[in-house]
Structure formats: C-alpha cells, structure tokens
C-alpha cells in the first residue's frame, strides 16, 4: 500500500518541542512534495508547511513561521516537521501528504496521523 507513515506525536507543556516523521511507505520519496496538514475537532484541515521534492524551497502558514521546521532527507525517505515554542493550539492530529508543486492540490498518499496534544 502506498502511503506515508506519521510518528513523533504526543504530550507536550507549552514551550515545548517536537520532532515528527512522514515516511514514505511502498514508493520513492525523492520526486515528491510533501506537505504537512492538521486538523482539531472541530476544525478544518490546515496545510501547516511544505517542502519541494528537491528542498529549495519551503511554505508554511503564518502561525507556525519561526517555530516550525520542514525538512527531508530523501535517503531515508522521510520528511521532518521541528515544532518548538509549541502552543495549545498547535493541539491536532498531523498528517502529511503529496503535494504537487506545494499548490494544495491533488494529494495523495494520506497517513494515518500522529497526534500532538500541547497542554500543562
């Protein structure tokens, strides 16, 4: 099955930080932009960032800007997602996905989830 695997979530105090993983699962990551989303109960899902499939170039929504991190190391077929200075409402299950061009469309190869809870 082709899909991505999320892992990295949980638990966190305000302040804190997290390191979450997308792993490519059944194909080749090297081709690919990939993007980060989450959703919260309640919420509609919010593209947090995105990375090209060569690196160079990177997108993330206004909230996350200086606190989050994108990054991919093709050779282990995953991409990263650095959160720090994390905040309750970071609190959502994460997912990433195929990103053509990071335009938001045609997705593809939804995870599972990891889910981040950001509380004291």
């Known amino acids: 099955q082709l899909q991505f695997v999320e892992s990295g979530g949980g638990v966190v105090q305000p302040g804190g930080s997290l390191i979450l993983s997308c792993a490519a699962s059944g194909f080749i990551l090297d081709y690919y932009a990939v993007s980060w989303f989450r959703q919260s109960p309640g919420k509609g899902r919010e593209r947090v960032s995105c990375i090209s499939d060569n690196a160079r170039n990177t997108v993330y929504t206004g909230s996350v800007k200086g606190r989050f991190t994108i990054s991919r190391d093709n050779a282990k077929n995953t991409v990263y997602l650095q959160m720090n200075s994390l905040k309750p409402e970071d609190t959502a299950v994460y997912y990433c996905?195929?990103?053509?061009?990071?335009?938001?469309?045609?997705?593809?190869?939804w995870g599972q989830g990891t889910q981040v809870t950001v509380s004291s």
């Open positions: 996905a195929s990103d053509p061009n990071c335009a938001g469309q045609g997705l593809d190869y």
